[in-house]
Nanobody
């Protein structure tokens, strides 16, 4: 069992930056791939980024490539999403998630955080 707690969301102007954090419980954090997804009301949950357990492999959605960076600190059981050059279309609730293997589909992930709101004003 893994419990995830998202934090770091907020209101930022377009062009600004935010860093999201996701703290995980349990002693097997490094055995899980971690992902970030986002969702707006009435829309499907959208893949943002993922990182393997060792942090050697990362994946990004085309819409965030070059602007967002996913990283993890296995000693702190934490995964991060550094978001730069934010755009109004990045506005969403952001969720971290844990999976046996890094993937891009929500159904591949077994555990989810509660979500943190990111709002980018124009």
């Amino acid at each position: 069992q893994v419990q995830l707690v998202d934090s770091g969301g907020g209101l930022v102007q377009a062009g600004g930056s935010l860093r999201l954090s996701c703290a995980a419980s349990g002693r097997t954090f490094s055995s899980y791939a971690m992902g970030w997804f986002r969702q707006n009301a009435g829309k499907e949950r959208e893949f943002v980024a993922a990182v393997s357990g060792s942090a050697r492999i990362t994946y990004y959605a085309d819409s965030v490539k070059g602007r967002f960076t996913i990283s993890r600190d296995n000693a702190k059981n934490t995964v991060y999403l550094q978001m730069n050059s934010l755009k109004p279309e990045d506005t969403a609730v952001y969720y971290c998630a844990a999976a046996p293997v890094a993937g891009t589909a929500p159904h591949e992930y077994d555990y989810w955080g509660q979500g943190t709101q990111v709002t980018v004003s124009s």
